[in-house]
Nanobody
Framework: QVQVVESGGGLVQAGGSVRLSCVAS????????MGWYRQAPGKQRELVAR???????YYTDSVKGRFTLSRDNAKNTVYLQMNSLKTEDTAVYYC??????????????WGQGTQVTVTT
């Protein structure tokens, strides 16, 4: 079993910054891709940013230049640094991890989500 826990959300003014953290624990042999998704009220969940085990990153266009994704493989942790926040960034942010478990099964795991609210 693998557990994924996010932290770092909250209330922030437009133009401000927030850093989200996501830690995976449990029967992990290797962490593969890790990423952040978000879901705003009335909208579908969308991919925000993703990072491979080799460190290659992908960002959705709306966050390029503002968000930075990084990972610490030793800690099974991924971070999302969000700068220059806009009201349209308001959403519940979910961490997703692709894991090779100790029994060599692969699985995708999600956190419970963390709310980010950007105010004017």
């Amino acid at each position: 079993q693998v557990q994924v826990v996010e932290s770092g959300g909250g209330l922030v003014q437009a133009g401000g910054s927030v850093r989200l953290s996501c830690v995976a624990s449990g029967s992990i042999f290797r962490m593969n891709a890790m990423g952040w998704y978000r879901q705003a009220p009335g909208k579908q969940r969308e991919l925000v940013a993703r990072i491979t085990s080799a460190g290659t990153t992908y960002y959705t266009d709306s966050v390029k230049g503002r968000f930075t994704l990084s990972r610490d493989n030793a800690k099974n942790t991924v971070y999302l640094q969000m700068n220059s926040l806009k009201t349209e960034d308001t959403a519940v942010y979910y961490c997703s991890t692709a894991v090779l478990e100790t029994d060599r099964r692969s699985g995708d795991y999600w956190g419970q989500g963390t709310q980010v609210t950007v105010t004017t």
